[in-house]
C-alpha cells in the first residue's frame, strides 16, 4: 500500500491524500489525475512532510486515476513554489499554477488543426468577410483565435471555412525549434563591456548561484554583456530564462537575439497563441528550448535544465504582480536562482535602492558600465521652471521647449515629449453646472480618449461614448477637457508645427507586435519627427536621431502617497532622457517642473544619481522603510461597503501588540472603490527583524469573514492605492 500525498488545484481544496494502485509508479512532482467526488482533479505528488495533510485511513484512501507522460516538476521548482506561498501569504496551489501551461500542453505530443487563408477570393464578399480576410493575412491560428484577431464572431469563420476562404491546417504540436547558435554573430565588445561579460560568462560557466547587479548608463551596451553570458548557456546546453517587464519591449528585444544568435528565442506571454504557448512550454519542461523570453509570468516555467536567469529593466514596477498571488518577478527570480544553484543577472541604468543596498551589502556582485558605448556623451540636462516660463494659455510646452523643438526640426532631427499619460485630459466636466465625469465601479475620473471618442476608466475599463449633452444640466457644447494626456500635447505639437511628422506612442496605439514594429522602423528610417508618448517609451528603444527628450510634467509622479514616488520619477525621468543622444549627434534633455527644488529634480539636473539615491535612503531609514525597514499591506475589499468597512474594524481590532510592528489603519484605501468593490487597508510597518508573515497568518488565522469579503495580503507593496 502506498500512500501519496497531491498538492491539488482546486479552488477550495489544496491537499489531498490518494492511493498509488500497484503498478503504477510516480515520483514527488509529478503531474497526475486523481478522482475528486464524481470529477477529476489535477494535482502534484508532493513530499507529505512538507504539505500539512488531512488523516484519512488508508482504507479510504481512492486510487490515483493517471500519471501524465510529463517530466516531474523539480526539488527547485517545488522548493521555490513553497518559498513564494510561504514569503507571500499565498495559496501554495494559486503559486504552482503559475508553472502550468495548458490542460492540453500535459497530455502532450500529437497534431492539432488551424486555420490560414487558403488563397481563393471570391469575387462577393460580405463586408464582414472582407474585413476578415484583411486582418488575416499571413495568420494561423484556432479559429477563435482567428476570431478574436479579426473581430468577427466564430460563425462568420466557420461560414468563410464552409466556403472555403479559410482551410484547415495540420501543425505538429512538438515540432522542433530552430537551434540558437552561440558564436552566429559576435560583436566586438569594448574593454569595459569585456570585463563585464567575462566576469558573467564565467559564473554561467561555473555554475552556482550568483547573483549580479549589471548598473550600466542607459546605452552602455548592458544588452551585448549578458548576450555573452547567454551564449555560454547555449554553449553548455543549459536554458536561459530572459525577463522583460512589458509585451512591449520583446518585439526590440527579438530582433536583436535574432542578429546575435540566428533565430529569434522563445515567447512566453499571455499573447502568445494557444497552439504555441502549448509547444513552448514542453519544450521548456523537455530541456529543449533553449532561451524562453517572457514577462513576469515566464517566471514559475519548469525548466528542465535551466542554467542562467536575466531580469532587464529590474527596477521596473511591472515585475510586481498585483492582483492573484502579489509577487515581485525581480526578487523571485533571485530565489529561483538560489534554488537552481545558477547565476542570475539584474541590469538596469536605475537600479531599485533595494538592489543597490543588496549590492553593498555584498550579496550581489556589483558591475557597472559607467559610460556609453561608442563614446556617445550622456545628454545634457536643462530644468524648465513653469512657474517662470509659463506656457501660453490652454497650452503645456513651455517656451524653451517649443523653441528647442523648432531648432530640431529645422536640422531635421527627432524630438521625443514624455507624459505618463494615456488619452486627451484626465478630468472632463461640465462648464455650465460643474458636472464632473466619474466612473460608476471606481472611485476615478473618466479620461477623455478623443480618438476612439470616448471616457474611459483606465482602472476597471468602463467605456461610454463621449456625449454631446451634460447628462446632468442637458445643456449642449459646454464640456471642458481639464489637463493634458499625450493626446492632447499631440494636438498643441500639431497646432505649432502643422508639418511636423508625429507618432503618438500608448499602450492604446502601440497594441500589437505590428504595430510596434512598424513604429520602430518608421522611426529607425527617419519617418517620424516627434514622438509624443507615455512610459512606453521611456525604455529600450535605440533611435540614433533622436536628440531631444521634453519631460511635459516631472511633478505627476511625486503626487499621491506612493513610498516610492520620489524613486520612480528619478528612474522614469532618467530612462526616458536615455533616449536623446545615442547616435553620434549630442542629446538634450529639458524637464517641467513646478518645483525644481525638489531633490529629486535637482539630482536629475545635476547628474548626480549618487547624491538621489544617498538622499532617498536617508529618508527611507528615517521611515523605517524598505530595505531598512518592511512594509505590508492587507487590503479587505467587498461589494458592500459596509460589509467591507465592518470586516476591516475586526481585523484593525485584532492588530498584533508587538515592539517590532506598527499597524495603520484601517482605512479607506485611496481608490476606495475599484471595479465596484469598496476597499480598506491596513499598512504594516515592521522592523526587518520581525517574522512579519508569521505574524499577519497568525492575525488574519483567528478571524471569520462573511461570503462577500475578500482578504489580500500584500508583501513589500508597491501600489498604495
Ligand atoms: P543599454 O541596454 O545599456 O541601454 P544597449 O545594450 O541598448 O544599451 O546598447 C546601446 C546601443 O549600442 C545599441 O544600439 C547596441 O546595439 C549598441 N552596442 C552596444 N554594444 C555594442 C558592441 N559591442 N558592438 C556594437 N554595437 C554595440
Ligand atoms: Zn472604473
Same mark, same amino acid.
Given at each position: 500500500m502506498s500512500r501519496v500525498r497531491l498538492l491539488v488545484f482546486n479552488p477550495v481544496l489544496q491537499v489531498l491524500d490518494y492511493r498509488l494502485p500497484s503498478g503504477m509508479a510516480t515520483d514527488f512532482g509529478q503531474l497526475v489525475i486523481a478522482p475528486l467526488g464524481p470529477r477529476q482533479v489535477l494535482g502534484i505528488v508532493w513530499e507529505p512532510e512538507r504539505l500539512a495533510g488531512t488523516e484519512v485511513p488508508d482504507s479510504k484512501l481512492r486510487p490515483i486515476l493517471e500519471v501524465l507522460p510529463v517530466p516531474a516538476f523539480s526539488k527547485a521548482l517545488r522548493s521555490l513554489i513553497e518559498w513564494t506561498a510561504d514569503y507571500y501569504v499565498a495559496p501554495m496551489n494559486a503559486v504552482a499554477r503559475m508553472a502550468l501551461g495548458s490542460m492540453a500542453a500535459l497530455r502532450g505530443g500529437g497534431t492539432t488543426t488551424e486555420y490560414r487563408l487558403s488563397g481563393l477570393e471570391p469575387k462577393r464578399l460580405t463586408p464582414q468577410r472582407a474585413a476578415a480576410m484583411d486582418a488575416l493575412h499571413g495568420e494561423q491560428?484556432?479559429?477563435?483565435?482567428?476570431?478574436?484577431?479579426?473581430?468577427?464572431?466564430?460563425?462568420?469563420?466557420?461560414?468563410?471555412?464552409?466556403?472555403?476562404?479559410?482551410?484547415?491546417?495540420?501543425?505538429?504540436?512538438?515540432?522542433?525549434?530552430?537551434? /540558437?547558435?552561440?558564436?552566429? /554573430?559576435?560583436?566586438?565588445?569594448?574593454? *569595459?563591456?569585456?570585463?563585464?561579460?567575462?566576469?558573467?560568462?564565467?559564473?554561467?560557466?561555473?555554475?552556482?548561484?550568483?547573483?549580479?547587479?549589471?548598473?550600466?548608463?542607459?546605452?552602455?551596451?548592458?544588452?551585448?554583456?549578458?548576450?555573452?553570458?547567454?551564449?555560454?548557456?547555449?554553449?553548455?546546453?543549459?536554458?536561459?530564462?530572459?525577463?522583460?517587464?512589458?509585451?512591449?519591449?520583446?518585439?526590440?528585444?527579438?530582433?536583436?537575439?535574432?542578429?546575435?544568435?540566428?533565430?529569434?528565442?522563445?515567447?512566453?506571454?499571455?499573447?502568445?497563441?494557444?497552439?504555441?504557448?502549448?509547444?513552448?512550454? +514542453?519544450?521548456i519542461v523537455s530541456g529543449e528550448a533553449q532561451v524562453v523570453v517572457g514577462a513576469r509570468s515566464a517566471l514559475f516555467m519548469p525548466f528542465g535544465a535551466l542554467g542562467l536567469i536575466v531580469v532587464d529593466e529590474a527596477h521596473e514596477?511591472?515585475?510586481?504582480?498585483?492582483?492573484?498571488? +502579489?509577487?515581485?518577478?525581480?526578487?523571485?527570480?533571485?530565489?529561483?536562482?538560489?534554488?537552481?544553484?545558477?547565476?542570475?543577472?539584474?541590469?538596469?541604468?536605475?537600479?531599485?535602492?533595494?538592489?543597490l543596498q543588496l549590492a553593498e551589502a555584498g550579496v550581489y556582485t556589483k558591475i557597472d558600465l559607467p559610460a556609453r558605448y561608442g563614446g556617445a556623451e550622456l545628454p545634457a540636462v536643462r530644468v524648465i521652471d513653469l512657474r517662470k516660463d509659463v506656457p501660453e494659455r490652454g497650452r503645456w510646452l513651455a517656451p524653451p521647449l517649443v523653441a528647442e523643438l523648432t531648432g530640431r526640426l529645422a536640422k531635421g532631427e527627432q524630438s521625443l515629449l514624455f507624459l505618463n499619460r494615456r488619452g486627451y485630459a484626465p478630468l472632463t466636466l461640465c462648464r455650465h453646472c460643474g458636472y464632473r465625469f466619474q466612473c460608476p465601479n471606481c472611485s476615478a475620473w473618466l479620461v477623455e480618449h478623443r480618438l476612439s471618442k470616448r471616457l474611459a476608466c483606465h482602472h476597471c475599463g468602463h467605456e461610454m461614448p463621449t456625449p454631446e449633452v451634460c447628462p446632468e444640466c442637458?445643456?449642449?457644447?459646454?464640456?471642458?477637457?481639464?489637463?493634458?494626456?499625450?493626446?492632447?500635447?499631440?494636438?498643441?505639437?500639431?497646432?505649432?508645427?502643422?508639418?511636423?511628422? *508625429? /507618432?503618438?506612442?500608448?499602450?492604446?496605439?502601440?497594441?500589437?507586435?505590428?504595430?510596434?514594429?512598424?513604429?520602430?522602423?518608421?522611426?529607425?528610417?527617419?519617418?517620424?519627427?516627434?514622438?509624443?508618448?507615455?512610459?512606453?517609451?521611456?525604455?529600450g528603444y535605440h533611435f540614433p536621431e533622436l536628440t531631444l527628450v521634453g519631460v511635459i510634467d516631472a511633478d505627476l509622479g511625486l503626487e499621491g502617497g506612493d513610498l516610492r514616488a520620489a524613486e520612480r520619477t528619478y528612474q522614469q525621468i532618467a530612462q526616458v532622457s536615455g533616449r536623446a543622444g545615442r547616435g553620434e549627434k549630442p542629446g538634450e534633455v529639458l524637464i517641467q517642473t513646478r518645483h525644481p527644488e525638489a531633490a529629486v529634480i535637482a539630482a536629475l539636473a545635476a547628474g548626480d544619481r549618487d547624491a538621489f539615491y544617498a538622499a532617498e535612503a536617508e529618508g527611507r531609514k528615517d521611515a523605517g522603510a524598505p530595505p531598512f525597514g518592511r512594509w505590508a499591506a492587507i487590503i479587505v475589499s467587498s461589494e458592500d461597503e459596509a460589509e467591507a468597512r465592518e470586516a476591516a474594524k475586526a481585523i484593525g481590532a485584532m492588530a498584533p501588540n508587538l515592539p517590532d510592528v506598527v499597524v495603520l489603519g484601517p482605512a479607506p484605501a485611496p481608490l476606495a472603490l475599484l471595479r465596484g468593490r469598496y476597499r480598506y487597508r491596513l499598512l504594516i510597518n515592521a522592523?526587518?527583524?520581525?517574522?512579519?508573515?508569521?505574524?499577519?497568518?497568525?492575525? *488574519?488565522?483567528?478571524?471569520?469573514?462573511?461570503?462577500?469579503?475578500?482578504?489580500?495580503?500584500?508583501?513589500?507593496?508597491?501600489?498604495?492605492?
Open positions: 491560428a484556432s479559429i477563435r483565435e482567428l476570431a478574436e484577431l479579426a473581430s468577427v464572431s466564430e460563425g462568420v469563420l466557420r461560414g468563410m471555412l464552409g466556403s472555403g476562404i479559410l482551410e484547415p491546417v495540420t501543425v505538429d504540436l512538438d515540432r522542433p525549434y530552430l537551434r /540558437a547558435r552561440a558564436d552566429y /554573430a559576435q560583436p566586438e565588445l569594448s574593454d *569595459l563591456q569585456q570585463a563585464a561579460a567575462d566576469q558573467l560568462v564565467s559564473a554561467v560557466r561555473q555554475g552556482g548561484f550568483t547573483p549580479f547587479l549589471l548598473d550600466g548608463v542607459t546605452g552602455s551596451g548592458k544588452t551585448e554583456c549578458y548576450f555573452e553570458a547567454i551564449a555560454e548557456a547555449i554553449r553548455q546546453q543549459r536554458q536561459v530564462l530572459v525577463l522583460l517587464p512589458e509585451i512591449a519591449l520583446t518585439e526590440n528585444f527579438l530582433r536583436r537575439f535574432e542578429a546575435r544568435f540566428g533565430v529569434p528565442p522563445l515567447l512566453w506571454h499571455s499573447s502568445v497563441k494557444q497552439s504555441e504557448r502549448r509547444r513552448a512550454w +514542453r519544450a514596477v511591472s515585475f510586481k504582480q498585483d492582483d492573484g498571488v +502579489r509577487y515581485n518577478a525581480r526578487d523571485v527570480a533571485v530565489i529561483r536562482a538560489r534554488f537552481e544553484a545558477v547565476p542570475v543577472i539584474l541590469a538596469s541604468a536605475t537600479p531599485a535602492l533595494e538592489s442637458h445643456e449642449g457644447d459646454c464640456l471642458v477637457a481639464c489637463g493634458p494626456g499625450v493626446e492632447r500635447i499631440a494636438d498643441e505639437v500639431r497646432e505649432l508645427f502643422p508639418n511636423a511628422r *508625429l /507618432a503618438v506612442v500608448t499602450s492604446d496605439t502601440l497594441n500589437s507586435p505590428e504595430k510596434i514594429a512598424q513604429f520602430v522602423a518608421a522611426a529607425e528610417q527617419r519617418e517620424i519627427d516627434v514622438i509624443v508618448g507615455t512610459q512606453l517609451v521611456t525604455k522592523r526587518r527583524s520581525a517574522q512579519l508573515q508569521d505574524v499577519i497568518r497568525a492575525w *488574519l488565522g483567528q478571524l471569520q469573514f462573511a461570503q462577500g469579503v475578500r482578504v489580500a495580503v500584500d508583501i513589500d507593496p508597491y501600489s498604495f492605492v
